[in-house]
């Protein structure tokens, strides 16, 4: 009798489950996930597919000649292959230059995607972009959630006045325009990557805090609590140990689906040029690149055309994979359908 | 009602307090001679900016640079702009009616057309019509709006040669500024719309409707696909309830049921969602005023912000927080208005 008490429920396996079967047979579902997965593709292999056209201060950090760079970056049993694709070297995540002018030149052979203005190669700052899009996006969410969690687990878990204030700080900040909070730190804070990843984490945390509020609401009312009071655990452990565990999975999984709305913020604010250095391989500063260039010389209004579509397109469809996959698995975590 | 009107408009200047302490604040993090700079009123003061730290006490603690900060924003004195090269709030006059007329135009063709056809979409579940509508708003909600601005310059108006860039055409724009300095042409709400016919000018409206076109269609693709996938899932858990199957029961024609019962009730969520796209539509203005060369707010925050221009940025967040929580105390007394259930107490 002790025994079946105190071993624990069987879970139900994961690859049974409803909102799995539910999730599988969402064609849009499966398109979204194809996206992402190919974007991880290209972010891990990203030194093995530029190795043809690698900077030559990322060569030199590599310990590498030109010559050899294709045979030994392509080849996995190498461990330069390794040490570029686990730990590259910041050099590399420059945009090789091919030139100067500031005339964008159209694809060729050479360079598949064509030269932005300034002679940056598109295809390289593309394909290294994608890993600065991961890297941000997984980090800016880190933060965000971690701040989320302090603060809507403080909320939910105390109550009382703590709770009234810190939702209201809350709610203030939710109703406050992102880009705008963005713009303000940045401009008095320095212009770096990590300063506008933090002021995007800043303004990104309500919706967490919200949503883990309600949850620990529900969780607090539930009888498991009121045993582990009962058997005279204090409130820390209550709360790391019983109600924050099973408060904090669905939010997680909704949470890791906003790294493609984080990208865009990102991208947006390095469009407007409060982005990363010039020349660092970011899709919103190619775009920016672009700029001068929209319209082309009369007569042929569209000769750039690939200065701002390759850049535009490849955050459209990253944006698009994650939207797509967050939207299956909001749906398949729905109770109500 | 009337007392919780009263108590929601006396917020107001609570948050407004509470923005600026804090944007005040994060201002100490600047040397006293970047801060000086929110009290020049004229270019030649920029020369003095010793004098300037001396006399509003820059070098003085938090509580008494906050006081003398207050003092002068109260008086209308929000700094010089560098990048404007006149005073904020000059800045704030002159630009603010352009972003309004940008806003406006592309804030009620976004709800209309996200509710009209959210609610298309609920009724047809899973039908084609569903599957179409729900595909684009996804692709359009995933779309940055800098790229779709981008491609409609380049297509619309680089390669079809439709409609226009900036506000107005160079030489309308010169024509105005003619008639003003001569007293002929009026800017009574400075929205060119509006001002045009008022003055007789309906070549002015026309030009600035034609110019609006463009910035108005991303705006409005970009807010209102988020708004339409609010809609349909709205309309859809209003078809599920029993007053519908009642509805339905007692013989009511289908459209009575969608269109008196049902929609009315997903209505609702979507004042409250109105604010909140209110400010993301500040975000989009932001962007596609810098893509289209539109003389307003936005273009002009933009380019503070690369510039550093510190005064321009922290008035622009001053006053997006007065228009943001202004917008959502509209949104609580239209949603106590709007659902007779709502009594705030």
């Known amino acids: 009798m002790a025994e079946a008490i105190l071993s624990k429920p069987k879970r139900e396996s994961f690859w049974r489950s409803r909102a799995w079967r539910r999730f599988r047979r969402n064609p849009l579902a499966i398109a979204g996930a194809v996206i992402v997965v190919f974007f991880v593709l290209v972010a891990v292999f990203a030194p093995a597919l530029t190795a043809d056209r690698m900077g030559r201060n990322c060569l030199r950090d590599l310990g590498l000649r030109r010559s050899q760079a294709v045979k030994v970056l392509r080849n996995p049993l190498s461990g330069k292959f390794w040490r570029a694709t686990l730990r590259p070297p910041k050099t590399c995540y420059k945009i090789p230059r091919k030139g100067y002018s500031p005339i964008p030149k159209a694809p060729s052979r050479r360079y598949p995607l064509g030269l932005a203005g300034g002679g940056y190669d598109i295809y390289y700052g593309l394909v290294w972009g994608t890993r600065t899009a991961f890297y941000v996006g997984i980090l800016v969410v880190g933060i965000a959630l971690l701040i989320g969690i302090v603060i809507g687990g403080a909320a939910g878990f105390l109550g009382g006045w703590i709770d009234n204030l810190l ?54 009312a539930q009888d498991f609590v009121d045993a582990a009071r009962a058997l005279g655990a204090s409130p820390l452990r209550i709360f790391l140990r019983h109600v924050l565990p099973n408060s904090i999975g669905p939010l997680i999984i909704l949470a890791s689906l906003d790294i493609g709305s984080i990208v865009l913020s990102v991208a947006a604010l390095s469009f407007l040029g409060l982005g990363p250095e010039v020349g660092f391989a970011d899709w919103g500063q190619m775009v920016n690149f672009a700029r001068g260039w929209i319209v082309g010389p009369p007569g042929e209004p569209l000769k750039f055309w690939y200065t701002w579509v390759w850049p535009g397109l490849a955050i459209a469809l990253f944006v698009l994979g994650w939207n797509l996959l967050g939207d299956a698995v909001r749906d398949a975590l729905d109770p109500r359908s | 009602m009337f007392e919780f009107t009263v108590r929601r408009l006396l917020q107001l200047p609570l948050v407004l307090f509470v923005v600026s302490l804090v944007i005040v604040g994060l201002m100490q993090f600047l040397p006293p001679s970047a801060r000086a700079a929110a009290f020049v009123q004229s270019e030649q003061q920029l020369a003095h900016l010793d004098e300037i730290i001396q006399q509003y006490h820059l070098d003085a603690p938090f509580p008494v640079q906050y006081w003398t900060w207050l003092k002068n924003a109260l008086h209308g004195n929000l700094g010089f702009s560098r990048v404007e090269k006149a005073p904020v709030w000059d800045a704030f006059k002159k630009r603010l009616p352009v972003s309004a007329e940008l806003a406006l135009y592309a804030f009620f063709p976004t709800l209309l057309v996200s509710i009209w056809l959210g609610v298309l979409a609920a009724i047809h579940r899973d039908r084609l019509l569903d599957q179409t509508v729900r595909v684009l708003s996804v692709i359009f909600w995933s779309i940055p709006t800098f790229v779709l601005g981008i491609a409609l310059v380049a297509v619309v108006y680089g390669y079809l040669k439709l409609f226009g860039i900036g506000r107005l055409p160079p030489n309308l724009i010169i024509d105005l500024a003619n008639q003003i300095a001569q007293h002929r042409y009026h800017p009574y709400t400075g929205l ?29 693709l970009v807010q209102g696909a988020q708004l339409v996938r609010v809609m349909r899932s709205s309309m859809l858990d209003e078809l599920g309830k029993d007053y519908v199957r009642t509805a339905r029961a007692k013989g009511l024609p289908e459209k009575v049921v969608y269109y008196k019962h049902a929609r009315r009730n997903a209505l609702i969520p979507i004042i409250t969602l109105a604010g909140v796209m209110f400010a993301f539509l500040l975000n989009g203005v932001v962007i596609t005023e810098t893509i289209f060369n539109i003389p307003g707010l936005g273009q002009w925050a933009a380019n503070a912000a690369i510039q550093l221009d510190q005064p321009a940025i922290l008035g622009f967040a001053l006053l997006t927080a007065f228009i943001v929580t202004t917008a959502n105390i509209v949104v609580d007394l239209l949603y106590a208005l709007v659902d007779p259930r709502i009594r705030y107490e």
């Not at chain 1, 325009?177 to 800043?202: C, D, E, K, N, Q």
């Not at chain 2, 409206?205 to 034609?210: E, G, M, Q, S």
Request: net charge positive.
């Open chain 1, 167 to 220: 939702m209201r700080v809350t709610d203030v900040m939710y109703a406050f325009p992102g880009l705008v909070l963005v713009m303000v730190v940045v401009t008095i804070f320095s212009r770096t990557l990590t300063t506008i990843m933090l002021a995007i984490a800043v303004v990104a945390w309500p919706t967490y805090a919200r949503m883990l509020r309600g949850n620990i609401l529900k969780t607090k």
């Open chain 2, 192 to 220: 060119l719309t509006v001002d045009g016919p008022l003055n007789g000018r309906w070549d002015v409206a026309w030009a600035a409707l034609k110019h609006l076109v463009l910035p108005v269609t991303t705006l409005v």
